[in-house]
């Protein structure tokens, strides 16, 4: 809708169930990013947007870390200038649930470090939780947006703010208001298009992001 032309890398190789209209307008190119040739599709691309992640699997690290090391490297030789991580927030591991996902944790760090380290602009999300869709889901974690946008309201309103911001790492957390998967598009679109840049950290400096293209 910004008026980029998109292409879209997945194993699936094709859009969402359920996708409005805009998903004809998508090269729609299947492809694992682990072992695919990415120097068609990046050839002459001016940005890199990675969504890719995984929780709870057996081969978390490697698909949370590994991906993003191929996707810079990958970007970096087709001389891409812009590099977007949607990645997560780091109360992830400082709350102590490292010890429930190691694997998760440290492949979001090797794939922060490996865009940290991209020659070009960077930005990395790094959202408490994304909310979106009409759907329920324990695995993946999921929030339909209708439920979503009333936490997001609740947790991100005066009264639970000042809580959020004295409590221990596990407790702020649960308390940080989430982002709506829109919200987040909007702020990686951003990135893309060379808007804003570096650590996004919060929920409101996401939103902010978000707001530039919105």
Do not use: C
């Amino acid at each position: 809708a910004s008026g980029a032309s998109v292409t879209s890398i997945s194993r699936s190789g094709g859009p969402p169930s359920g996708a409005g209209a805009w998903a004809q307008t998508v090269n729609w190119v299947k492809g694992d990013v682990l072992t695919a040739d990415l120097s068609g599709p990046l050839q002459g691309a001016e940005a890199v947007i990675s969504a890719i992640g995984a929780i709870g699997s057996d081969d978390d690290e490697r698909l949370n870390g590994a991906t993003a090391e191929v996707a810079t490297s990958a970007a970096a030789k087709a001389k891409v200038a812009r590099f977007v991580l949607v990645s997560a927030t780091p109360l992830v591991a400082e709350s102590g649930a490292g010890a429930a996902f190691p694997g998760y944790v440290k492949g979001k760090q090797r794939a922060e470090a490996a865009v940290k380290a991209f020659p070009g602009s960077f930005a990395v999300l790094q959202p408490t939780f994304i909310y979106g869709g009409e759907e329920f889901s324990a695995t993946p974690p999921r929030v339909a947006a209708w439920y979503g946008d009333k936490i997001e309201a609740l947790l991100g309103s005066p009264i639970v703010r000042p809580i959020a911001s004295i409590s221990p790492a596990a407790l702020k957390l649960a308390l940080l208001p989430p982002n709506s998967v829109e919200d987040v598009a909007a702020a990686a679109v951003a990135g893309a298009f060379g808007k804003v840049s570096g650590m996004l950290s919060n929920h409101d400096e996401i939103n902010a992001a978000a707001s530039q293209v919105a």
